[in-house]
């Protein structure tokens, strides 16, 4: 019988079935990352997450991060519709005492109904826009701060405008 699922950290596994997670009730699954792929877990930075045998079409497997006392942070998710997938790890940023030698970094997978994983995808997108829209914003202002209107409609701004923002941008 295959495998329900499996995960490859891109670069630094070779595919890692369910067999390998502990299973802490019937719907959720959890990998210690630094047990099973590597000690220098923030070098890993995109995981592929694969179904192995279809799912109920009403359900999808989420994928969670987990560094030190935080919270599970949701990176997305696959169903039978969508059996596979790339996700970045961005692993959260560790606080306080645990800066260094966290005391668990982990994987976790969610069975939940597809509803609920499109909702959280939804939520996960709409920070991205924000992000990106907040970016944007910041480009305007800077080109606008040269203060040399053309028109109504246009800005004139010198030809290395964009690296001059970008320059500062990094500093950030």
Same mark, same amino acid.
């Given at each position: 019988?295959?495998?329900?699922f499996?995960?490859?950290f891109?670069?630094?596994?070779?595919?890692?079935?369910?067999?390998?997670?502990?299973?802490?009730?019937?719907?959720?699954?959890?990998?210690?990352?630094?047990?099973?792929?590597?000690?220098n877990w @923030?070098?890993?930075?995109?995981?592929?997450l694969f179904?192995?045998?279809?799912?109920a079409?009403?359900?999808?497997?989420?994928?969670?991060?987990a560094v030190?006392?935080?919270?599970?942070?949701f990176r997305?998710?696959?169903?039978?519709? *969508?059996?596979?997938?790339?996700f970045p790890? $961005?692993w959260?940023a560790?606080?306080?005492?645990?800066?260094?030698?966290?005391?668990?970094v982990?994987?976790?997978?969610?069975?939940?109904?597809?509803?609920?994983?499109?909702?959280?995808?939804?939520?996960?997108?709409?920070?991205?826009? *924000?992000?990106?829209?907040?970016?944007?914003?910041?480009?305007?202002h800077?080109?606008?701060?040269?203060g040399?209107? @053309?028109s109504?409609?246009k800005?004139?701004?010198p030809a290395?405008?964009?690296? @001059?923002w970008?320059?500062k941008f $990094?500093?950030?």
């Amino acid at each position: 019988m295959a495998e329900p699922f499996g995960v490859i950290f891109i670069g630094a596994s070779f595919p890692i079935s369910a067999s390998n997670f502990t299973q802490a009730d019937p719907t959720h699954w959890v990998l210690d990352v630094t047990a099973a792929v590597s000690q220098n877990w @923030q070098a890993l930075k995109e995981i592929v997450l694969f179904l192995g045998q279809p799912l109920a079409s009403e359900f999808g497997l989420g994928l969670y991060v987990a560094v030190g006392d935080g919270g599970w942070m949701f990176r997305g998710y696959v169903s039978s519709a *969508h059996p596979s997938d790339t996700f970045p790890l $961005q692993w959260p940023a560790l606080e306080g005492a645990e800066v260094g030698a966290p005391q668990r970094v982990q994987l976790g997978l969610s069975l939940e109904p597809l509803g609920e994983l499109l909702q959280k995808e939804g939520s996960k997108h709409a920070q991205k826009e *924000h992000f990106a829209k907040a970016v944007a914003l910041n480009l305007y202002h800077f080109m606008e701060s040269f203060g040399i209107q @053309q028109s109504a409609d246009k800005l004139l701004v010198p030809a290395n405008c964009i690296e @001059q923002w970008f320059t500062k941008f $990094q500093g950030r």
